[in-house]
């Protein structure tokens, strides 16, 4: 039986499938297979084209909510293209911003169990999107500036809403507590006198 290396990408959104796929064949032997696991149809649509392009036919699977496609390396692999390029984001309409600031002081959402609470901040960040006002800002400091860890599903719901014309602050002084710099995926890094100065101004500041 042949052995079939994972690659699963459920709770990522465009290009981060593809970069991992790409990152995947690029150090693979010929003659491997893999399968790609992604959540959502704009993913799995944006993947089978750059697979598609790159000289790759992959069978395509549905189970329990989530698309798998299932691939071998050939040796006629073609050179891999810029996996950006194959993003095709789903249009949303422009809405308009309330006159309130997003305050996350924790990667958690209320307190009494912490994997409930990571279940709940995930579930708040991508229902912000969804908003008929939108906030003008985020900011996160303490430990909600892990909110903004590279790979995270939340890290991913906020660079869509950065992507809509929210602004995303990072305390720089949590961060270097914290030693993640290098691994934040999104956000501006800022001081405290920059968000002391942004929540005293703010008409509402609203603390999930």
């Known amino acids: 039986m042949k052995e079939t290396k994972t690659i699963d990408c459920c709770g990522m959104l465009c290009p981060l499938p593809l970069i991992e796929t790409k990152k995947a064949i690029k150090a693979a032997k010929v003659g491997e297979y893999f399968?790609?696991?992604v959540d959502n149809d704009t993913s799995l649509s944006n993947l089978k084209k750059y697979l598609s392009d790159n000289g790759i036919s992959a069978v395509y699977n549905l189970e329990n909510g989530k698309h798998t496609l299932a691939f071998q390396v050939s040796a006629q692999l073609q050179p891999m293209s810029n996996p950006a390029d194959y993003c095709e984001?789903?249009?949303?309409?422009?809405?308009?911003?309330?006159?309130?600031?997003i305050v996350l002081k924790s990667n958690y959402m209320g307190s009494g169990n912490d994997t409930l609470g990571e279940m709940l901040m995930k579930g708040f960040l991508s229902t912000v999107s969804e908003l008929d006002t939108l906030p003008q800002e985020i900011i996160c400091?303490?430990?909600?500036?892990?909110?903004?860890?590279?790979?995270?599903?939340?890290?991913?719901?906020?660079?869509?809403?950065?992507?809509?014309?929210i602004k995303i602050t990072l305390c720089g002084t949590c961060?270097?507590?914290?030693?993640?710099?290098k691994e934040i995926a999104v956000g501006?890094?800022?001081?405290?006198?920059?968000?002391?100065?942004?929540?005293t101004e703010s008409n509402q500041i609203v603390e999930p």
């Open 141 to 165: 400091y303490n430990s909600g500036v892990k909110l903004a860890v590279k790979g995270t599903p939340t890290a991913e719901n906020l660079k869509k809403l950065n992507s809509m014309g």
């Open 175 to 181: 961060i270097d507590f914290f030693d993640i710099k």
């Open 35 to 37: 399968k790609v696991i």
């Open 188 to 199: 501006e890094i800022s001081n405290m006198y920059y968000i002391a100065t942004r929540l």
């Open 89 to 101: 984001l789903p249009s949303t309409e422009s809405k308009p911003k309330g006159l309130y600031t």
